[in-house]
C-alpha cells in the first residue's frame, strides 16, 4: 500500500469526527489525538522493527521484549495500586509468560530462530497478558473489597488466608479467562483473527494463515491461564499480614 | 475469680487515630459480659482483638496463661469463636454452614452432629437443607451461633447478634445463649445495644465510651451509674440507648 492510498485511508478518520460534531459527541480532540498517536506510533515501532530484523541481534531482540515488558507492567499496575509490590509481581508474571512461551516455541522448533517471529509473537502474548493482568486485577479487588464479611468469617472461624479469599479468587480467575475462551470458541465464524488477516493480505496462503493463527489462540490460551493463576496466587497473600489478619481491617 | 481474657494497657489505634486507649481489665472464666456504649466506642475492635482478627498495637492480652501473640493465630481462633454482626454465610445449604469450619481442617462434620448443632440453638434438622438464603435474621444468627460453636470454643464473642432482630427473636437468643453458657461453661462476652438485655443476660458489664472503659461492675451497675457520663447514656441524653 502506497503514502497516497494510506491518505485516502485518512477517510475512515473523517467519518467518526464529523459524526461526533453532528451529534455532540465532543470525541473530536480524542479521535484527533488517537489517530496522530497510532500514526508516530507505529511508524516508530515499524522502523526499529526494520532496524532489528536487519541487525539480527539477539540483544535488540531481548531490548524489544523488554521495553514491551515495561510498558506493559507500567499500564497494567494502575489497576492493581491496592496489592502491595503489584510491579514486580506483573513484571514476573509477564517474563515468565514470556520465558516459558519462547522455550517451548524455539525449543520444538515451531517457529524459526528470528526477530520477525520472536517478536511479534512476544508483543501479542505479552499484550494479552497485559489485558488479563488488569481484567484480573479489576476484578479480584472487587471481589475482596464485596465479600470482606466473608473473608473475616473464615478467618475467625480458624482459617487460613488461602481458604479466606479461595472463593474470590477462584471467582476472579475464571471470570478474566473467560473473555479469552469465548471469543475462541466464535473465532472464524464472526470474524477472521487480525493476525491471519493480515498474512491473507500480504499474500500468505490461507491455510497455512489458518496454521499459525491456530498456534497464536494456542498460546494465548496459555497466557490467559498463567497470567490469571500466577497473579491470583503471588497477589492474594499481600492482602493479609504476619498474624493472619486483613491487613485492611478496621 | 479466674479471667478468660486480660487486658492490660491495651492501645489500638488506626493510621495514628486512637480507637481503643488503655485498656485494661478482666473478662471471667464461664461467665457472660456485655460490652454496651455508644457507636464508635471500640466495642467491636476490642472482639477482634481478642480473636486475633487484630493485634494491640501496644499492651498486653492474655488468654489463660499465654500472651495473645504467643498463639497460633488459628488456634487462638478456634478456642476464641466470634459470632459476626452480619451473620455473614457462604453459598449453599444450613449443613455446609455448619460443616464450614471442620472443612477448613479438612474434616467432615457428621450428621448427627450438625442436627445436635441445630437442637441446642433451638432449630429443627429440616433447616439442614435449607439454603442459607431461606433464613429469617433470626434463624441466620442461630445458624450463625451454631458454626461458632463447631469449633467447640472455650471463649464465644458475639457482636451485636440481635441488633437487627424482632423482640421475639431477641429473647429467643438471649435465652439461647444463656443455655450455651450454662451447657458448655463457655466464657460468653456480648456486644448488644439493648440495656436491658445487658442486665438481664450478663453477669457483668463493662460501659466504653471513645475508646475507653467508662465503668465496669456487675450488670447491675446500669441501674445506678456512679459515672456521670454512664448515667446519661443509661438515661438516653448521649442520643442512643435507654434503659427506661
Known amino acids: ?250 | 475469680m479466674k479471667p478468660a481474657i486480660q487486658f492490660n494497657s491495651v492501645n489500638y489505634s488506626i493510621d495514628g487515630h486512637p480507637i481503643l486507649r488503655n485498656i485494661s481489665g478482666a473478662f471471667y472464666d464461664g461467665e457472660i459480659t456485655t460490652l454496651v456504649g455508644p457507636s464508635g466506642a471500640g466495642k467491636t475492635t476490642l472482639l477482634k482483638l481478642c480473636n486475633g482478627l487484630l493485634s494491640p498495637k501496644d499492651g498486653d492480652i492474655t488468654i489463660g496463661n499465654l500472651n495473645i501473640n504467643d498463639y497460633d493465630p488459628v488456634e487462638l481462633r478456634r478456642t476464641v469463636g466470634m459470632a459476626l454482626q452480619s451473620a455473614p454465610m457462604i453459598d449453599g445449604s444450613v449443613h455446609k454452614n455448619l460443616a464450614l469450619p471442620l472443612e477448613l481442617q479438612g474434616k467432615r462434620l457428621p450428621d448427627i452432629q450438625a442436627r445436635d448443632l441445630l437442637n441446642d440453638v433451638g432449630l429443627s434438622e429440616d433447616f439442614l437443607q435449607r439454603t442459607s438464603k431461606e433464613l429469617s435474621g433470626g434463624q441466620r444468627q442461630k445458624v450463625s451461633i451454631a458454626r461458632t460453636l463447631v469449633n467447640r470454643p472455650q471463649i464465644l464473642l458475639l457482636d451485636e447478634i440481635t441488633s437487627s432482630l424482632d423482640q421475639v427473636s431477641q429473647k429467643e437468643i438471649e435465652e439461647l445463649i444463656v443455655k450455651i453458657n450454662r451447657k458448655y461453661g463457655v466464657t460468653i462476652v456480648w456486644i448488644t445495644h439493648n440495656l436491658k438485655q445487658a442486665l438481664n443476660v450478663g453477669a457483668y458489664t463493662w460501659v466504653m465510651m471513645a475508646g475507653e472503659i467508662v465503668e465496669t461492675g456487675e450488670s447491675e451497675l446500669l441501674e445506678s451509674p456512679s459515672n456521670e457520663r454512664v448515667r446519661q447514656f443509661v438515661k438516653g441524653e448521649l442520643g442512643w440507648g435507654s434503659l427506661h
Open chain 1, 1 to 250: 500500500m502506497g503514502i497516497i492510498a494510506l491518505i485516502f485511508s485518512l477517510i475512515f478518520v473523517l467519518i467518526p469526527i464529523v459524526l461526533s460534531k453532528t451529534l455532540n459527541l465532543g470525541l473530536e480532540k480524542d479521535t484527533m489525538i488517537a489517530v496522530i498517536r497510532s500514526i508516530i506510533q507505529l511508524f516508530i515501532v515499524g522502523y526499529i522493527l526494520k532496524f532489528v530484523f536487519d541487525a539480527e541481534s539477539i540483544i535488540y531482540i531481548f531490548l524489544m521484549v523488554a521495553v514491551m515488558i515495561i510498558a506493559a507492567t507500567l499500564n497494567a499496575r494502575k489497576k492493581g495500586a491496592a496489592i502491595k509490590g503489584i510491579t514486580w509481581k506483573i513484571a514476573v508474571t509477564l517474563i515468565f509468560i514470556e520465558v516459558l512461551t519462547q522455550s517451548i516455541l524455539l525449543g520444538f522448533n515451531i517457529t524459526p530462530h528470528t526477530a520477525q517471529y520472536i517478536i511479534p509473537i512476544s508483543g501479542m502474548m505479552v499484550g494479552n497478558g497485559m489485558v488479563l493482568a488488569i481484567l484480573f486485577l479489576n476484578r479480584f479487588i472487587a471481589e475482596t473489597e464485596a465479600h470482606q464479611d466473608k473473608a473475616e468469617l473464615i478467618l475467625s472461624l480458624g482459617g487460613t488466608p488461602k481458604q479466606a479469599v479461595h472463593i474470590q479468587l477462584m471467582t476472579s480467575i475464571k471470570a478474566s479467562m473467560i473473555p479469552t475462551i469465548e471469543s475462541q470458541k466464535t473465532i472464524g465464524l464472526v470474524q477472521l483473527p487480525g493476525m491471519m488477516s493480515g498474512q491473507i493480505i500480504a499474500g500468505a496462503s490461507p491455510v497455512q494463515a489458518v496454521q499459525f493463527q491456530l498456534l497464536v489462540l494456542f498460546l494465548l490460551l496459555t497466557t490467559a491461564s498463567i497470567t490469571s493463576v500466577m497473579l491470583g496466587f503471588l497477589s492474594y497473600p499481600t492482602l493479609f499480614n504476619k498474624r493472619m489478619q486483613l491487613a485492611r481491617s478496621k
